[in-house]
């Protein structure tokens, strides 16, 4: 009889993952049922929204690596012959499908789900950024601390990761389009996730018998259709970082930051879905979910591969898409716009190069905040200087932040920048200040927001050169990036700087440190 792990990101201190050991439960008995044998394992996870601002933030990225070697590990060393993986938050969904890609045995993914939407008592309804920027609106006395505390209370009502199309519910979509998933899997709220859980079993089953197995399923083709998705959504710059290094676990060699170029230049921006927009991910499956977008998109030619296999027995993602994706109108035509009236013509997923990023960097760019900055640099050597910065009303309208030390082996772990971003909204400078980081921004972040800078400081890119007043010019339309710093200036500044000592000495930090690669080959550690 076959066993099949069942590893879950359980852990009972965040809202993504708190559930996450009852759907564990609920799979094994349909597994069982299917006359298979479960045996249940964990491994750990970090809450992003609970981390940032903080030193904890260092340990989030790398977390998805520890997860992707936990379930390796366990699977491996226990002979199992199927693997179901149970994710709730950010780094849960690639550290689980690079598991899969490693081990290449029958296996899928069942996602925790999206959260509901907080209701204020004045009938307002409020998601985890909202308590972010509160504290921005509180320092401009736009809310009092009653109200700010209570969209604290009330940010969260339930079990489910942010309920935005932020990095969690983006690499759900994302995950779903390449078709390791049960359908609708990225769009079903935590608390109706009973009856994928009964199908799973089955599912597996049928992978099992026709040793149908995570390779089979993910080429780069299904990758593609994964950029497709995301970019369609609105989604999280993270997904750049994450399907890098997903790639890299399923050694498709051939996937870089070109593909998301080619991609973007043939995919508008059609959801209206918050962080900057009105809807959140519980709206999108009232309207038929990640399957009806998928439709949506192959009926209007812009869906990479409909070809590409799923695990649900062998069909396309095309057959899917037409047999889960019927659109409820009209709520579906209020979020997804037609791709004759987009958001934004082309993907917002930008790679920037210059001379700034060489090696290349990641915006989001939706169009709304503009295509072109140009500002004097703001420096900063830690994400709490700039932070101390926007309290003291130190930042001036049309600055360039500039937010260094903060990449994979400098912070080290590229921390996100939520808390900056989230403040300069609620101070109001959101809309005339751009920010750069070798860091990264979570996906509720908006804005014009550059991050993932390579090389980074510590290694000696030119971020690691930038002085207070420089010039620096983002140009989103023709994808450039540069300091306009003469090059005499910069060589000589070149020979001022040496590289700071290493930020963790020992521990899993230490570690992360010598094993991590760029940011633009995936931050991966293998």
Known sequence: MAQVGIASVWWEGNPCNMHLL??????????????????????????????NGTEGMKYSLQSRDLIADSIETVAAAQFYDGIITIPGCDKNMPGAIMALGRLNRPGLMVYGGTIRRGTLSSGKTCNIVDAFEGYGKRLRN????????????????????????????????????????????ASLPAE?????????????????????????????DSILNAIAIVTAAGGSTNAVLHLLAIARAFEINDFSYTDFERIGKMTPVLCDMKPWGKYMMEDLHDAGGIPALLHFLHEHNILPAPHARTINHGATIAEIAKQYGQRNEPSFSQIVRSPHNPIKSEGHLAILRGSLAPQGSVGKITGKEGLLFQGKAHVFDSEPQVLEAIESNAISPGSVIVIRYVGPKGAPGMPEMLTVTSMLVGVGLTDSCALITDGRFSGGTHGFCIGHIAPEATE????????????????????????????DILDKRRQLWSPPPPAATLGVLSRYIKTVSSAATGCVTD
């Open 22 to 51: 009852d759907l564990s439960e609920r799979i094994k008995k349909s597994v069982e049922a299917a006359g298979l044998v479960g045996l249940r394992y964990n491994t750990i996870g970090v809450s992003d929204a609970m981390a």
């Open 142 to 185: 736009e809310i009092s601390q009653e109200e700010q505390e209570e969209i604290i209370a009330k940010a969260c009502p339930g079990a489910g990761a942010c309920g935005g199309m932020f990095t969690a519910n983006t690499m759900a979509s994302a995950i779903e389009a390449m078709g390791l998933t049960l359908p609708k899997t």
């Open 192 to 220: 109706f996730k009973e009856t994928e859980c009964v199908q799973v079993g089955s599912t597996m089953r049928y992978l099992l018998e026709n040793d149908l197995k995570p390779r089979d399923i993910v080429t780069k």
């Open 460 to 487: 000696g890119g030119p971020i690691s050169l930038v002085q207070n007043g420089d010039l620096i010019r983002i140009d989103a339309q023709n994808r450039t990036i540069d300091l306009l710093v003469d090059q």
